[in-house]
């Protein structure tokens, strides 16, 4: 007996980011799966499909951050019930799109008896039942190695390049926060046609936690290139407490820089962040929805683009088996 298969193409969303979620869909042309997620009286979070995913090409959509009523491990632990649901229900392959991926700083030991907490969670989803990962802009590139499967590393670069393109000074100075993204730097530089700098950063650890949570202050010691008489960019993966890009502009600033200007894929925006960034000497600060931004969040100089484009592409490039790669003319791997 033979049996011609067919692929069935599921796109279900946790309750953490439903724009993106609602974005995506649009842009597939495919109608977000049905779901129904709920937290009972003490925390714990349940999840149960709405119809039969049995033989499906599954993608469960969760940005891993905090909101109203939900933690960021809470949004975690919910992709992962969804992914244990799913792999129970018999689809045939799931995948983890997670836009932000959560705890992707705690990479490596730093320091002894430090966890590398970048690598439990990408054990947790590969245990789940989860087969494929989708992120964007990972900390690191090596956290790619730290799931047991296929792992899609997608790039916000395309979407915060045609925006400086259309907005900033041709003569702009890309610059890098500090000396970890000076490769990140050279490939916007690259795009952009114009010269890199990089911010000298110094990092200063804090007691038990500083008044604002945080475990180290941030000090711009001086800058490496030429940034007297001309704007500034600085270039960086995410920004939390904003501790780092602050430093740099006023750095910069310090330097001779006309303008500064900031641009990053994740916008965390913890504690002090947006304060900071109100007072610091930044024209705009120009960021992706990979994370929800929130009414108290949002401020005059901020600038939210879209990622909608980049993950559907993807997911449809991963269901139909071609190159994620070419969508970024390879320079996701760069």
Avoid at 163 to 180: E, I, Q, R, T
Avoid at 255 to 271: F, I, P, R
């Amino acid at each position: 007996m033979e049996l011609v298969t067919k692929k069935k193409l599921l796109l279900v969303a946790g309750r953490v980011h439903p724009e993106l979620a609602t974005e995506i869909s649009e842009r597939l042309g495919v109608p977000l799966g049905q779901i129904e997620l709920a937290s009972f009286p003490n925390g714990e979070r349940h999840c149960r499909y709405g119809e039969s995913i049995r033989g499906a090409d599954l993608f469960i959509l969760q940005t891993h951050d905090t909101i109203e009523g939900c933690t960021i491990n809470d949004a975690i632990m919910e992709q992962l019930i969804m992914v244990d649901a799913a792999r129970r229900a018999s689809a045939k392959r799931i995948t983890v799109v997670a836009p932000f991926f959560g705890y992707s700083r705690q990479d490596r030991k730093a320091t002894g008896r430090e966890p590398i907490t970048a690598k439990l969670i990408a054990n947790l989803f590969a245990t789940a039942g989860a087969k494929r990962l989708v992120s964007i802009d990972l900390h690191s590139g090596q956290i790619q190695g730290f799931f047991d499967g296929p792992v899609d590393h997608l790039t916000a670069m395309p979407v915060l390049v045609d925006w400086m393109k259309a907005n900033l000074p041709s003569n702009v100075v890309v610059v890098s926060p500090d000396s970890g993204r000076v490769r990140v730097a050279e490939r916007y530089g690259n795009h952009l046609n114009t010269d890199i700098a990089m911010v000298h950063k110094r990092r200063v650890k804090v007691e038990g936690a500083g008044p604002d949570g945080e475990q180290s202050t941030v000090e711009a010691k001086g800058v490496v290139g030429q940034v007297e008489g001309r704007p500034c960019v600085i270039i960086d993966d995410m920004i939390d407490t904003a501790g780092t890009i602050c430093a740099a502009a006023e750095q910069l600033k310090a330097e001779g820089a006309t303008e500064v200007y900031a641009a990053a894929t994740h916008g965390v925006l913890s504690g002090p962040a947006v304060d900071r960034l109100k007072n610091a000497p930044i024209e705009k600060l120009v960021i992706t929805n990979t994370l929800p931004i929130p009414p108290e969040k949002d401020f005059d100089k901020l600038v939210v683009l879209s990622v909608a484009e980049i993950l559907a592409d993807a997911l449809d490039a991963v269901f139909e088996d071609q190159s994620v790669s070419d969508i970024f003319a390879g320079q996701n791997h760069s």
